[in-house]
Antibody, heavy 119, light 110 residues
Framework: EVQLQQSGAELGKPGTSVKLSCKVS????????MHWVNQRPGKGLEWIGR????????IYAEKFKSKATLTADTSSNTAYMQLSQLKSDDTAIYFC????????????WGQGASVTVSS | DIVLTQSPVLAVSLGQRATISCRAS??????????MHWYQQKPGQQPKLLIY???NLASGIPARFSGSGSGTDFTLTIDPVQADDIAAYYC?????????FGSGTKLEIK
């Protein structure tokens, strides 16, 4: 069974950074892309970007290019997302997601990690 | 960016058919492959893939869910609607980056 286990809730102060993790079991992340998606309170889903863990190549949505940094460690089968210069607008649930069975469609999702930005 | 437009709310009676639409600002199809996917999200949960590439049912998803469409117009159908289907439904395109989601349709019971 493929599982994506995300790190726990984070509380960050404005201007600081947080780093979220997504540890995968049951599938080699080198064989897929890892996507990150956020959901602000009461809002819809928003794609942040994706990384190809096999070579580290990344693509970001324009608005997240200076906000998010995606990395992956294939030795531990774990993907990471660092969010920098936190603002209250970054308060959201962050999901990792990847394609396992249907090409690069996001068919496996982590449980989500809450990030709250508050002084 | 490709904008996906969904109606915010759909109210249906239990046992009836629900039709959720998604319109793209430009074609999301490549050589007859329709790069549109549908997700269900219940409160407090992660999204779940229902339909991939417009009309293919994901593993473990009940056959009362189906998808259709091509080019810019896509539809998710639930027939018959059951109480467990109360959720938000999102379309998502993978035709080009940035990947984009529709704003979601909340399915409510009449």
């Amino acid at each position: 069974e493929v599982q994506l286990q995300q790190s726990g809730a984070e509380l960050g102060k404005p201007g600081t950074s947080v780093k979220l993790s997504c540890k995968v079991s049951g599938y080699n992340i080198r064989n897929t892309y890892m996507h990150w998606v956020n959901q602000r309170p009461g809002k819809g889903l928003e794609w942040i970007g994706r990384i190809d863990p096999a070579n580290g190549n990344t693509i970001y949505a324009e608005k997240f290019k200076s906000k998010a940094t995606l990395t992956a460690d294939t030795s531990s089968n774990t993907a990471y997302m660092q969010l920098s210069q936190l603002k209250s607008d970054d308060t959201a649930i962050y999901f990792c997601a990847m394609g396992v069975y249907y090409g690069y469609v996001m068919d496996a999702w982590g449980q989500g990690a809450s990030v709250t930005v508050s002084s | 960016d490709i904008v996906l437009t969904q109606s915010p709310v759909l109210a249906v009676s239990l046992g009836q058919r629900a039709t959720i639409s998604c319109r793209a600002s430009q074609s999301v199809s490549i050589s007859s492959i329709n790069l549109m996917h549908w997700y269900q999200q219940k409160p407090g949960q992660q999204p779940k893939l229902l339909i991939y590439r417009a009309s293919n049912l994901a593993s473990g998803i009940p056959a009362r869910f189906s998808g259709s469409g091509s080019g810019t117009d896509f539809t998710l159908t639930i027939d018959p609607v059951q109480a467990d289907d109360i959720a938000a439904y999102y379309c998502q395109q993978s035709r080009e980056s940035p990947l984009t989601f529709g704003s979601g349709t909340k399915l409510e019971i009449k």
